[in-house]
């Protein structure tokens, strides 16, 4: 039974752990590095441990740190939330293989998963739609052989990448010559594995991605769709549920072709399985991701449903709560990310924060890692906070979504307040119809 829980992570989703376990009466332990000794989710735990310096390889990464803080605070399961080393198989394996619950699915499928070479030939075999590509490419002139075979423009990826690192768009044989070494090399130094392959980059495309939850004994339900279009570095920024672009009859699809997928893995708690939909609702798997999302919570707000408890309950070894057809959407929600960063160059903007206020209301919910006196540090991702908006349509949502914004108060630093507020009242966003290609053609055409 899991009474205390470790979480490996910082930040809102440390903080958004702690707060469904404190509901579950669960404990919760969290760990810190210097940087984050002030931060608002240290001091929410029952216990907090120091994990050591601020730089992400002597804190958060330094698995034998946190292995032995497990272990003095005499945790049960370990809860990684997501990015750091929430989708690390070693990980998994090494809490596992200690006697703690890994709260996600096996180190067998975050492999399988984490290698996009590997996941593609899964998602094959189940039957899911790919995009068009290759196996690993070993060489410049191999690439450059394939690449004129699928026709370009092409996505040149890193197998072992994420986060839209060791990715790049090649539109002729000169800029994927330039770009195959260096982003190899890059991905070789970040995830220690340089494999690269191509993909055929979908024009028009939209960032569609199914939310799943499996029991890891082979059921699993979905609980719909969430559009991820609006991006910049190809990271989202804006994410919206449900998808405004896709018909009932595709969003059905692809989320029988999502369980299907997660069924043959054998998922084990909450994943997301994302597709990339082109102007005729022609789907294609992208990726997987094998933990919780950062926008999960605009899908617990159209179902009502706590996708963290999900996750502790078949964790803790129950069958799945769920079932499909007792599963139902209601209205819209948006969440829009508060990036510490200039809103002309998306560079990070640490600092010191003189001042901040966040909106509050019936349709608001905020996730946010700052308070008011705090430094941006410019070791960690430069989210610094989760705006999220529900609203009975869409419209009503954008509305809540504008009035939220225009309140939002931080000063001290830059952020993208400016950039959330011109994308939010832009007629192609209200519209509905954003591709991943949005923030090129109409936010980023005015500073150029």
Known sequence: MINKVLIANRGEIASRVMRTCQEMDIQTVAVYSEADSSAPFVHMADESYLLGPSRVQESYLNVDKIMEIARKAKVDAIHPGYGFLSENADFCKRSTDEGFIFIGPSSD??????????????????????????????????????????????????????????????????????????NSNRAEKLFGDGVMFLEKKIVDAHHVEIQVIGDGKGKAVHLYDRECSIQRRHQKVIEEAPSPFISEETRNKMGAAAVEAAEALKYA??????????????????????????EHAITEEITGLDIVKLQLQIANGENLPIEQHSISKKGHAIEARIYAEDPKTFFPSPGHITMFDSPEGEHVRNEVTITEGMDVTPFYDPMIGKLVVNGSTRAEAISHLIEALDTYKIEGIKTNLPMLRNVASHSVFRSGDTTTAFVEEYYLTQFK
Do not use: C, H, W
């Open 269 to 294: 708690g909450a994943g997301t399985i994302e597709f990339l939909v082109d102007a005729k609702e022609e789907f294609y798997f992208l990726e997987m991701n094998t933990r919780i999302q950062v």
């Open 109 to 182: 499928v975050i492999n399988r998963m984490g290698d996009k070479i590997a996941a593609r030939k899964t998602m094959q075999k189940a039957g899911v739609p790919v995009v068009p590509g290759t196996q690993a490419v070993e060489s410049v002139e191999a690439a450059l052989e394939a690449a004129g075979e699928i026709g370009y423009p092409i996505m040149l990826k890193a197998s072992a990448g994420g986060g839209g690192i060791g990715m790049q768009i090649v539109n002729n044989d000169k800029e994927l010559a330039k770009a195959f070494t260096s």
